[in-house]
């Protein structure tokens, strides 16, 4: 394929795995085949939204070797290899996608895939064993995946998904049917738990939910959500499922400047900003898995590495009592220290950063690794990630592409 048709595909593709929430921020990378001897694939760090021909990059396949200044995706090294093994493959796209991330958590392969979705992906599904991000460890872990199985889908433990296509569209066909592949296979184990059918994967939330309830979170009171912005010395509050209303409140004093109405946890978004100067945006998240995590687990360890990257080393489950304000806020503060979310008992999750698009890939993260935690409680397996890893994920994420997503 010519070069620069081959970047232009890629930009394509960045701006759809987006838009259809497969890949975030700069996490993932895509690649289109050039030759036999080159690749094209996205930058290191680089948000997919604004990717512009000059920063795609072309790779050698044999040597990984680049020209110019634009470093390639960390993960180049997958893609060759992808290629190397896969003489048919065109195009690659390694995704975030969500059940997929649900599945690389619990240690085992999918071998059970019907035959309507064999015919798109192959009849299962390898986990590739874990490595750190853009370490050799991982790439060694999905060739070796990638040999044991004639699967076009390789789920890479604690990570995320590589799929392969002969084309463009053929790689978006099997992200898509891989994530209905992962949905059933969570359905199918509720059914053997439960001896019914999931009518959604909302069911089988409500079942973890109450099947490993914590009676202490899940008796704490619940209130009306509502999200933030710092506007200055005030932030303005508004309910997440309102009429659009919003107040403005100082965040010194605790004043209503304006508008009718003091929320319930206004209180608590306020002692936020008053100790928290690197966080200018407030996310409650109410979805059904991130509630009923809310209700079941009082520490959070990551199963998934971006959950450890964005969010922190652990998410604490702190209560928030709407009629003590002060005290449960000073809780929730402390439980979020550090982080960038934290679960309030009975009633989801905050999401916090420094700018909305910041506090929205948090959410979208918090999401996942809720998910991710849900299934672990369901199939009874599914180990953390190491704490050191942990710790060394968010270290880099803070110091190095964070900055990035800025540029």
Known sequence: MDIQAAKELVIKAG??????GLIARTW??????????QFVITPSGRPYEGLTPEEIVLVNIADLSYDGDVKPSSEKGIHAEAYKLRPEVNFVIHTHQMQASVISTLGFDINSVDAKSAEVIGDNVPLASYG???????REGVVAAIKRSDS??????????LCMGESYEDAFAVAAELEKVCAAFICRKYGELTGTIASSLETVYDFVAHRFENKKFAAAPQFEACNSARDGSVFNI???NGNGEVSRIDIKTGDLVAGDNYPASAELHRAIYKKRKDVNYIVHNQNP???AVSKTTKVMKPLLDDLAQLVGGTVQNAVF?????????KKVVRALKGRYGVLLANNGALCVAGSEYDATAVEMVMEKGCKAEVGKKLFGTGKPINPIETRLMRFVYLQKYSKQAKK
């Open 15 to 20: 701006k759809e795995v987006v838009a259809s």
């Open 28 to 37: 993932g990378n895509i690649s289109c085949r050039v030759s036999d001897t």
């Open 289 to 291: 898995e991130v509630m």
């Open 132 to 138: 750190l991000p853009g370490t050799g460890k991982l």
């Open 238 to 240: 508004s309910a997440v």
């Open 321 to 329: 009592d709407p009629n003590s304000t002060l005290k449960s806020s």
């Open 152 to 161: 076009k889908a390789v789920i890479m433990a604690h990570h995320g998904a």
